[in-house]
């Protein structure tokens, strides 16, 4: 199927482990962007990436690390998970050019416990 | 620091009524202004966007008004349904950015009967 999707919907860990969220695009989009949903904060940049192994920071970047070996996945690891990252979690990817749509994915809710 | 000033956070309308939200910018490089509507359980999506060299842009009953000398810019929906109950976003992004997208706090609206 064509677009955008993540993995996985939902997911409940525990403090202190590792936990991977998948996001991969069909579209060949050199941008793809990790946010996080906040209420009272909207959609906070975690990290984006401009092409394969080219990856940058964003807003919120501490105790996320992502890598990006192909251009159609862009995985986020929270390396020791914490309760304060208990969020949801939207991936995206944008065509470059000034005006280009940015097309998210359906979001993973997780639970840090 | 919060660079999209979105307000008001939440926002209840009479169906056939005009819903306003309004956001404002602090970066002057900001050269694209998207908003985004977004559903419970999905991912924000493209509603309608403006680039800074007009002043109004209308697609169907929802209309972008744009004052760049204030740094200013809102969402007009006319004749607000039920069906436009969401979370809507206000985000800006500029040449050369990145081209990552800075949102603002978003607005919850609902249309009632």
């Known amino acids: 199927d064509a677009g955008i999707t993540q993995s996985p919907r939902y997911k409940i860990t525990e403090t202190g482990r590792q936990v991977t969220l998948m996001c991969h695009q069909t579209?060949?989009?050199?941008?793809m962007f990790w946010y996080r949903q906040d209420l009272g904060h909207g959609l906070r940049l975690i990290y984006y990436?401009?092409?394969?192994?080219?990856?940058d920071k964003g807003e919120v970047p501490d105790g996320y690390v992502v890598s990006r070996s192909k251009t159609e996945n862009f995985p986020l690891t929270l390396e020791s998970a914490t309760r304060s990252q208990t969020s949801v979690y939207f991936c995206a990817s944008r065509e470059t050019g000034v005006n280009t749509e940015a097309f998210f994915g359906q979001g993973t809710r997780l639970t840090v416990v | 620091q919060q660079q999209v000033k979105q307000s008001p956070q939440s926002l209840i309308v009479q169906k056939g009524g005009i819903s306003i939200i309004n956001c404002a910018y602090e970066?002057?490089?900001?050269?694209?202004f998207p908003w985004y509507q977004q559903f419970p359980g999905k991912g924000p999506a493209l509603l309608i966007a403006i680039r800074p060299d007009v002043s109004e842009k209308k697609e169907g009953r929802f209309t972008i008004s744009f004052n760049k000398s204030a740094k200013q810019f809102s969402l007009h929906i006319m004749d607000s349904q039920p069906g436009d109950s969401a979370t809507y976003f206000c985000?800006?992004?500029?040449?050369?950015?990145?081209?990552?997208?800075?949102f603002g706090t978003g607005t919850q609206l609902k249309v009632e009967l």
């Open positions: 985000a800006a992004s500029h040449t050369g950015g990145g081209n990552k997208l800075t």
């Open positions: 579209w060949s989009h050199s941008y």
């Open positions: 990436s401009a092409a394969a192994d080219i990856t």
């Open positions: 970066n002057t490089a900001f050269d694209y």
